[in-house]
């Protein structure tokens, strides 16, 4: 499967604890988005990278989050001291432009529980 | 504000019937419309896009401008059509996140 992947599928974790999530883009996209999808709704847009460029983040994206993609491949999110109202989907997604079509290809996303 | 608006949490029809679902939008910009659809244990994809003005599985949808709407429409319902479905919006001047609506789920009975 040559397509967006997302590690772990899901996590638990006790509330204050620290949590990563990975995301591998499909090769060669230079775009790569964070969403996070609660119970309910549409996927919310967290922050987006160009490159190792990070050029957008949400107000959702409050100071325990960070993200990072070194060298403009993988991606990490990581989620500081969690909070039971962290707990969602995180999807990610990547793109490529070609020509003036960009199609955002997703992850199976990650499961985050906090309890 | 940029919004997506599906007013249908579920959209219940028999194999067969018409399905229209319903998708509103505010922005003054230059958006660019999709339909993704999440079929069960699947990932999110994207089934089609207003600029591309074509027919993907049946389903055809056409942005009205005047009305801010982007309705997604298939004249007769098959089984496995029922899925979740969201339509997103995008402006296409000044970002490229997508802003979805909190979907339609769409169920087609036989």
């Known amino acids: 499967d040559t397509g967006v992947s997302q590690d772990p599928r899901h996590k638990i974790t006790k509330r204050g604890q620290n949590v990563t999530f990975r995301c591998d883009p499909i090769?060669?996209?230079?775009?790569l988005y964070w969403y996070r999808q609660t119970l309910g709704q549409g996927p919310e847009f967290l922050t987006y990278?160009?490159?190792?460029?990070?050029?957008?983040k949400s107000r959702l994206l409050s100071d325990r989050f960070s993200a990072e993609r070194p060298k403009g491949s993988f991606s990490t999110l990581e989620i500081q001291r969690t909070e039971q109202g962290d707990s969602a989907m995180y999807l990610c997604?990547?793109?490529?432009?070609?020509?003036?079509?960009?199609?955002?290809?997703f992850g199976p996303g990650t499961r985050l529980l906090v309890l | 504000a940029q919004r997506v608006t599906q007013p249908e949490k579920l959209l219940s029809v028999f194999k067969g019937a018409p399905v229209e679902l319903k998708c509103n939008y505010s922005?003054?910009?230059?958006?660019?419309l999709f339909w993704y659809v999440q079929y069960s244990r699947q990932r999110l994809q994207l089934l089609l896009r207003h600029i591309s003005r074509e027919s993907i599985k049946g389903f055809t949808a056409d942005l009205n401008k005047g009305e801010t709407s982007f309705h997604l429409k298939k004249p007769f319902a098959q089984e496995e059509d029922s899925a979740m479905y969201y339509c997103a919006l995008r402006d296409r001047d000044s970002s490229y996140k997508l802003i979805f609506g909190s979907g339609t789920r769409l169920l087609v009975r036989p």
């Open positions: 997604a990547s793109s490529k432009r070609t020509g003036v079509v960009e199609t955002q290809y």
């Open positions: 922005y003054s910009g230059s958006p660019e």
């Open positions: 990278f160009q490159n190792e460029a990070q050029l957008e």
């Open positions: 090769s060669e996209h230079n775009r």
